[in-house]
């Protein structure tokens, strides 16, 4: 029972960050006078986001089951794989942000009052560390965890790769909300502009490659954990 408070409390938390980055948004777009439309279209929009919108979801259903079913079974075949769908990306955004983008903010961080910088920090350090930390936490400890068959890497990498398609279409048909461009993509390095298709291309099959990976590596210690059990 103690993993259902435990994954209310992650939800509550992630919750909060997606809170707190969406006001650091809107108040930098009314300093900016950028669109706000168009600036909160983006922020849902960008990855870090929908992943952790989607793991407050996932947490708050399986809680939700674990209430309503006290037995000792093991949580539904659904509930597992959505759980596990939203473990991969909320990982790997922790590793990637905290060995490759720590340290570099926003150029408008540096004008940012108390308040804003206040939350801007609490939306990063809860969707990048506290995050993927109680994620892994879950994946190596929480009860009634159901293994996964092998099959479940193609719904764990169905995710991500739908991002990727939906950001590369929408990228060449949203203008930068600060009209410096007639496209805007949410990640430098997936721009076509910058480096041309063949670098953007080449990142996804990268990123969908560690989701490969990580998606073994999720199957695998579920699997282990239900043999040792």
Do not use: C, K, Q
């Not at 006001?23 to 279209?41: C, F, H, K, Q, Y």
């Not at 905290?98 to 939306?123: E, H, Y």
């Amino acid at each position: 029972m103690r993993w259902v408070w435990f994954r209310i409390a992650v939800a509550g938390i992630a919750s909060s960050g997606v809170i707190a980055g969406l006001l650091v948004n809107i108040d930098r777009a009314m300093r900016t006078g950028e669109d706000r439309s168009d600036v909160l279209a983006n922020y849902f929009s960008l990855f870090t986001i929908v992943s952790s919108i989607l793991s407050v979801v996932v947490l708050a259903i399986a809680a939700r089951w674990s209430l309503r079913h006290p037995a000792p079974s093991r949580e539904p075949l659904g509930i597992a794989l959505a759980i596990a769908a939203v473990t991969g990306p909320v990982i790997l955004l922790g590793i990637v942000f905290n060995v490759l983008l720590r340290g570099d903010p926003a150029p408008i961080a540096a004008t940012d009052p108390g308040w804003v910088s206040f939350l801007d920090d609490w939306a990063t350090e809860t969707l990048h560390v506290v995050l993927p930390i109680a994620f892994v936490i879950d994946l190596l400890f929480a009860s009634r965890r159901r293994a996964l068959p092998w099959w479940s890497l193609a719904v764990i990498v169905s995710y991500p790769l739908g991002w990727a398609v939906y950001t590369m279409v929408r990228g060449e048909r949203v203008a930068n909300p600060d009209g410096s461009a007639a496209w805007w993509y949410p990640y430098g390095f997936l721009d076509p502009h910058v480096a041309g298709y063949g670098s953007a291309l080449g990142y996804i099959a990268g990123i969908l490659l560690a989701f490969v990976l990580l998606g073994v590596a999720i199957i695998g210690i579920g699997r282990a954990r239900e043999r040792r059990g």
